[in-house]
């Protein structure tokens, strides 16, 4: 059993599967989102991560539940894949993200790190990313400093976990308060410092 079956029950399943492709609440637009969703468990104990926010559109700050309670994850090893090709390439690590994941920048700042322990099962639709494209006039672009889009990687799996919010009350659900252990966030600009060390160096430890 699972910390959010009830997102994959009726009606709910449908809405769901629909958000993951990247459609709005309407059902009349589309923008990101993931390919040829496909149903998975993510198992007690797995580490989550999530490139999440600071600060909103507004400028404000954002709280922590608010990016906690996304459903949009990926797991320890995907993230870890991606930091790999940051460094290999010489890639800023936010840079990176972006990439890989098709964030653009309308999508939030991207820069902090939040990861979690299942404590319990969630389900959750997994694929990659869809191509997000910018606006078609090439001068508007410009002006942004913008690509013409933002494609993913194929070898980057995301996972949607619907179920984390409660969006009437507007707080965390049961299923994130009961199935999530939170870790410490970081900034994720602190990823690279903490992968090269981040501390200076001891005097070798003698015999």
């Known amino acids: 059993m699972s910390a959010n079956d009830s997102e994959f029950i009726g009606t ?14 309407a059902g009349n637009a589309k923008r990101g989102g993931i390919s040829s969703p496909q149903e998975v468990k993510i198992p007690k104990g797995r580490v989550l991560i999530r490139i999440g926010h600071s600060r909103d559109e507004s400028g404000a700050k ?8 996304s459903p949009w994850w990926m797991t320890d090893a995907t993230f870890l894949e991606i930091a790999g090709r940051s460094e290999d390439a010489g890639t800023p ?13 309308d999508f939030g700042v991207c820069d902090t790190l939040f990861w979690v322990v299942t404590k319990q099962p969630l389900r959750a639709w997994h694929g990659r990313g869809n191509p997000v494209l910018e606006d078609p006039d090439p001068k ?3 002006a942004k400093g913008r690509p013409l889009g933002w494609w993913g990687g194929y070898e980057v799996g995301q996972n949607f976990i619907p179920g984390l ?4 009350a507007n707080r965390p659900s049961a299923a994130a308060i009961d199935g999530l252990a939170v870790l410490p966030k970081m900034p994720l600009s602190a990823w690279a410092t903490i992968r090269n ?6 005097p070798f430890p003698f015999p």
Do not use: C, E, S, Y
């Open 12 to 25: 709910a399943r449908g809405r769901n599967l629909d958000f993951a492709k990247g459609w709005n609440a």
């Open 93 to 105: 690590i936010a840079q990176m993200v972006r990439m890989k994941l098709a964030l653009t920048p």
């Open 140 to 142: 508007v672009r410009a």
């Open 62 to 69: 954002m709280p922590d539940w608010v990016n906690l309670t």
């Open 197 to 202: 060390g981040g501390f200076a160096p001891i």
């Open 165 to 168: 919010r409660d969006w009437a």
